[in-house]
């Protein structure tokens, strides 16, 4: 009897992988959008994607990475859009072919968050490059993504306008955790560390615990967010015609309401600006 | 259901499956430079209980295991009906060992298992099991885990696993040591009935009076080498040689 | 600690709740790594055993590997089973990339390997013991195999089961290879990694307990069905 038990259990378990390999839902058009963990974890795109699924009939399935790895999956023509925020990175994207012409889609900004004691003394300051100075010189302790993604990069150019090269300081008091936003924030939080992060995900951001915004409202700041369609002819599979449906309505004027439109805690955390 | 393309006899025994005699010439098994079995030659080419008696270390279970196919010889050869033994002939060459090798099943499954790798069909294979148990006086095992049986019952069990498929040869490597009383004179009933069927059976023992109840014939081996088989009276009246005769007294030491 | 009893109170709420959302994941996470262990077994248990009953050329080499195969990081799984996977890559056609079948493949390389290994182990010790009677009965190779395997069955329920684990708690692989697609390929890992990626700890922990009950259920479910068969074999 035991047999024929372990024989019922093996065979539901095989009907269960059958079901699972099926195209369950074969019939409903999807597309791949490589995006960043910005707009997916301060919950933009749970705001948006629904609107555009029910006039479209599109499903859009994200996958958040950081930037770099968002690039370099496109790259591989894993993703049928590329929405990511590194201007120059996404103009070499389509320059090498790989896609087919870059958006301007929104904006928002990047803020640097410290503990409420403020070791370097930079609250209220505007120049972000100075701040970065200070904190160099403090030794007060900054964490930083090092990881390749926007907010890195970033990151890298305003310590290059301060004159300052940190990575001679890296597991001094400049640690570069190498991984996302989330994490190097948490990083952040337990150490008491400064922080270079997008208002998008700070706001979202739950363990902030002491961290507070320390600089704000630097032109340097502005964090541009460009959408890209992955090159259908280096990629025949690319679903371009859905793609760009999906382009299109992000800058139409609905898919620019309804960006406009998140707020979080009562905060514009967005801005669209397509042309 | 057919199992595995063999042919079958009406009984279910493999057609044309013939291993007898089974004969060792010359065989030689060397390691280490030190040669366990020495130009030995041996043949089951006459019916009945041939015992092979010797010392410990005289080589008798590595003989044992030549004839039966599980170890190739460095030289010289073994043959069943004349030919090499095959994987196909096995079962029609029954062995049980001096510790038996139960399967992690019931006793009726143990022996199934044997007629089912000797291609029997499935259908037979039940009653057959059944039947070989009941020969054997074991049916009320039919249903016990084979593990957790006491040594005696689980020699038993090998026993009549072994002689389910009907071989033509049985070789049998000290089954009665460290038995009981009970269980050595159950076995040596079930060899001296299937002695009778005309089995060629090859029995290893150590023990004289086990040799002299069952044996037709006694072949004795000393550091790989064999004597020629003697009749019982023979061997323990008159015995060809001075280390046959030292063995017997009780006095040879390797 | 204040985020510890968060968790415990949150792990209640999503068990009490009934999310949909969660049950979604959970039903995945289950989907997935059962998957994984199925066709990992198919592929280890034979795999392991034939190395075990063979003699061969160089196979203390493959035994060698195949246990520091035991060792092989996820993330390491995951890369390899991207590139295959990837558009550009060999594979790339298939269009498996963020699918659940992409991460069944990429768990079923972490665990294959686990179940080989342990499985080797396991039907050498036995082989010692059966080899010769099974021979002597006429067996050939591949039913001396299936013989050992189930003979070593109650020890190998346990080498599925430590398979098991390895692949649901897993979440280097699934991710890289997954994506974290919300209702495609979101499971109870990457929902938890997702989570630690917001500040939402308590809520990540929660996850995390989540986890560990089912895990649990899965092994009791198991343990009463190795009782089952243990108590037929008795030994």
């Known amino acids: ?275 | 259901m057919p199992d595995d393309g063999t042919v079958l006899t009406t009984t279910g025994s493999l057609a044309g499956a013939e291993v007898l005699p089974v004969c060792g010439r010359d065989l030689v098994v060397a390691r280490d430079g030190r040669r366990l079995v020495d130009s030995a030659n041996l043949a089951l080419d006459q019916p009945g209980v041939t015992a092979l008696m010797g010392p410990n270390g005289a080589g008798k279970s590595l003989l044992l295991r030549l004839l039966a196919g599980l170890i190739a010889p460095d030289q010289g050869a073994v043959t069943w009906a004349g030919t090499v033994p095959d994987r196909m002939r096995a079962s029609r060459v029954g062995l049980v060992f001096h510790r038996p090798v139960m399967l992690r099943r019931t006793g009726l499954a143990n022996v199934a298992f044997a007629l089912k790798v000797a291609g029997i069909p499935r259908a037979q294979r039940h009653d057959r099991a059944l039947e070989a148990l009941a020969s054997g006086g074991l049916e009320h095992l039919a249903a016990s885990p084979a593990r957790v049986l006491s040594g005696g019952e689980q020699q038993r069990l090998a026993l009549v696993r072994a002689l389910a498929p009907e071989p033509q040869a049985l070789l049998l490597d000290e089954p009665t040591a460290n038995l009981d009383p009970v269980s050595t004179l159950a076995i040596e009933e079930l060899i001296v009935r299937s002695a009778k069927t005309g089995m060629r059976i090859l029995l290893v023992t150590h023990d004289p009076a086990q040799a002299q109840r069952l044996a037709d014939r006694i072949a004795f081996m000393h550091a790989g080498q064999v004597e020629a088989p003697v009749s019982a009276d023979t061997f323990f009246n008159d015995p060809a040689s001075a280390r046959a005769r030292a063995f017997i007294a009780g006095r040879l030491v390797l | 600690m204040d985020d510890l009893s968060g968790a415990f109170a949150q792990a209640f709420r999503l068990i009490v709740g009934f999310d949909p959302d969660l049950l979604e994941i959970v039903v995945l996470s289950l989907q997935v790594s059962l998957s994984a262990v199925i066709l990992a077994g198919l592929i280890g248990l034979p795999a392991g055993a034939a190395v075990s009953v063979t003699r061969f050329p160089g196979r203390a080499v493959v035994i060698a590997v195949m246990n520091a195969m035991m060792g092989l990081p996820p993330v390491v799984a995951g890369l390899a089973v991207y590139l295959m996977l990837s558009r550009a890559g060999p594979l790339g056609d298939w269009g498996l990339l963020y699918t659940p079948s992409a991460m069944v493949i990429a768990q079923t390389v972490l665990v294959a390997p686990i179940i080989a290994a342990l499985t080797r182990q396991a039907i050498e010790d036995l082989h010692g013991d059966y080899d010769e009677q099974l021979r002597a009965f006429g067996i050939g190779r591949s039913g001396m195999i299936a013989t050992l395997l189930w003979e070593a069955r109650v020890g190998l329920f346990t080498v599925l089961l430590a398979g098991f684990g390895r692949a649901v708690s897993e979440v280097g692989a699934v991710i890289m290879v997954g994506g974290n697609i919300d209702h495609v390929t979101r499971v109870m890992t990457t929902a938890i990694a997702l989570e630690t990626s917001k500040g939402a700890l308590d809520l990540a922990l929660g996850l995390g307990i989540v986890l560990l009950v089912i895990v649990l259920g899965v092994n009791a479910l198991a343990g009463l069905l190795r009782m089952g068969v243990a108590g037929r074999a008795h030994a």
């Open chain 1, 1 to 275: 009897m035991t047999k024929r038990f372990l024989s019922t259990v093996l065979a539901g378990l095989i009907l269960s992988i059958i079901l699972l390999m099926a195209p369950a839902r074969a019939d409903e058009t999807f597309i791949i959008v490589q995006s960043t963990t910005s707009t997916q974890n301060s919950g933009l795109f749970d705001h948006i994607l629904p609107v555009f699924t029910e006039t479209s009939g599109i499903e859009v399935r994200v996958v958040a990475v950081g930037t770099g790895q968002a690039i370099k999956n496109a790259a591989n023509g894993d993703g049928d859009v590329l929405l990511v925020h590194a201007q120059s990175a996404e103009e070499a994207f389509v320059e090498e072919g790989l896609g087919v012409e870059r958006f301007d889609l929104m904006y928002n900004d990047f803020v640097i968050v410290g503990p409420s004691g403020d070791p370097a003394g930079i609250a209220g300051m505007t120049d972000a490059s100075d701040a970065l100075a200070m904190i160099a010189e403090s030794g007060s302790t900054f964490a930083s993504r090092g990881d390749d993604s926007g907010t890195h990069k970033k990151e890298q150019a305003l310590w290059q306008e301060a004159g300052i090269d940190p990575a001679g300081s890296s597991g001094d008091w400049y640690l570069e955790t190498g991984s996302g936003m989330g994490a190097t924030l948490n990083t952040a939080s337990a150490m008491g560390a400064y922080a270079l992060t997008d208002r998008a995900t700070w706001l979202a951001f739950a363990n902030k615990g002491d961290l507070v915004i320390a600089v704000e409202g630097d032109a340097r700041l502005f964090n541009q967010y460009g959408v890209i369609l992955v090159n259908p002819e280096r990629f025949a599979h690319v679903k371009a015609e859905e793609g760009q449906a999906f382009i299109d309505w992000l800058r139409s004027d609905e898919g620019q309401d309804a960006i406009g439109s998140y707020q979080l805690d009562g905060q514009q955390l967005f801005f669209p600006n397509a042309k």
